[in-house]
T-cell receptor, first 111, second 113 residues
Framework: DADVTQTPRNRITKTGKRIMLECSQT?????MYWYRQDPGLGLRLIYY???????NKGEISDGYSVSRQAQAKFSLSLESAIPNQTALYFC??????????FGPGTRLTVL | GNSVTQMEGPVTLSEEAFLTINCTYT??????LFWYVQYPGEGLQLLLK?????DKGSNKGFEATYRKETTSFHLEKGSVQVSDSAVYFC????????????FGKGITLSVRP
């Protein structure tokens, strides 16, 4: 079984809809991250969390929110999706030794 | 702040060719440096890393040396294979960054048989 899982893997939605992307991990890591990947821009950090009570904004948090329901679960929400949020979204986890482990990604299309 | 600059792509090579992908960085403090690889349809995987100056990271025939004097971490492989076709990302984190990674834009490598 994969250490970091993301659901759904693909999602097509319409402008204005609320969307939740979910991430679960079995690595026992405290640190979890959400990134988006756009062609030619690399990965950009949206939010990160060091434990259940610790949530931090990344470089592009506007239009997004997160929830850390448990050590193993970290969800990303788009309250009102817009077309420029069409992207590939990755969840990642890390121990205190800097190496991050990535999920397989969620491809989101906002029409 | 921290930043990573990768050479422009895409790169197309024939099988068994020599590969170099350039990466330079700007960082506050003492960075750890990483190369991640993304195969088609998959998430990113750590390819190799180096945590201090002059360290050489290596994995799957790939190598990169942490050069503090030139602030570089170029990725090399002596003989690429078709299976190396992927997107390659250079990244760094610094002591005060709490594992937050700063990524380069990535470069797509295609290897022809």
């Amino acid at each position: 079984d994969a250490d970091v899982t993301q659901t759904p893997r693909n999602r097509i939605t319409k402008t204005g809809k609320r969307i939740m992307l979910e991430c679960s991990q079995t690595k026992g890591h405290d640190r979890m991250y959400w990134y988006r990947q756009d062609p030619g821009l690399g990965l950009r950090l949206i939010y990160y969390s060091f434990d259940v009570k610790d949530i931090n904004k990344g470089e592009i948090s506007d239009g997004y929110s997160v929830s850390r329901q448990a050590q193993a679960k970290f969800s990303l929400s788009l309250e009102s999706a817009i077309p420029n949020q069409t992207a590939l979204y990755f969840c990642a986890t890390a121990s205190s030794y800097n190496e991050q482990f990535f999920g397989p990604g969620t491809r989101l299309t906002v029409l | 702040g921290n930043s990573v600059t990768q050479m422009e792509g895409p790169v197309t090579l024939s099988e068994e060719a020599f590969l170099t992908i350039n990466c330079t960085y700007t960082a506050t403090g003492y960075p750890s440096l990483f190369w991640y690889v993304q195969y088609p349809g998959e998430g990113l995987q750590l390819l190799l890393k180096a945590t201090k100056a002059d360290d050489k990271g290596s994995n799957k025939g790939f190598e990169a040396t942490y050069r503090k004097e030139t602030t570089s971490f170029h990725l090399e492989k002596g003989s690429v294979q078709v299976s190396d076709s992927a997107v390659y990302f250079c990244a760094l984190t610094t002591t005060g960054a709490n594992s937050k990674l700063t990524f380069g834009k990535g470069i797509t490598l295609s290897v022809r048989p």
